[in-house]
Nanobody, 127 residues
Framework: QVQLVESGGGSVQAGGSLRLSCAIR????????MAWSRQSPGKEREGVAV???????TYLDSVKGRFTISRDRGHNNLYLEMATLQPEDTGMYYC?????????????????????WGQGTQVTVSS
């Protein structure tokens, strides 16, 4: 059984930085993409960053230039470096893995089925 375990969340002041990690455990046969999503209070879950099989990356507009998604060589760990954090970045951050390709729209948020999810790690940014 595939399990995703996030860590690295915490409370920081605006302008601070955090590094989130996601350990991917179990018999993951293949992955088309790995991603970070977040759910902020009162809002729907949104995709923050995704890295595809050929290492192409896509970011939510509001985090471009501040967040960086990466993974290790064996694709067993996924990371999200977050800098210049703002209060609007507050939320529960989830890592996800897509093992199925389901569409060809050109959007990594739509083209893959993210069927493995972690339990989340809380990020709180105070002003």
């Amino acid at each position: 059984q595939v399990q995703l375990v996030e860590s690295g969340g915490g409370s920081v002041q605006a302008g601070g930085s955090l590094r989130l990690s996601c350990a991917i455990r179990g018999p993951l046969q293949s992955s088309y993409a790995m991603a970070w999503s977040r759910q902020s209070p009162g809002k729907e879950r949104e995709g923050v960053a995704v890295i595809e099989s050929e290492d192409g990356t896509t970011y939510l507009d509001s985090v471009k230039g501040r967040f960086t998604i990466s993974r290790d060589r064996g694709h067993n760990n996924l990371y999200l470096e977050m800098a210049t954090l703002q209060p609007e970045d507050t939320g529960m951050y989830y890592c996800a893995v897509a093992s199925r390709w389901i569409a060809s729209t050109g959007s990594p948020w739509v083209d893959y089925e993210y069927n493995y999810w972690g339990q989340g790690t809380q990020v709180t940014v105070s002003s």
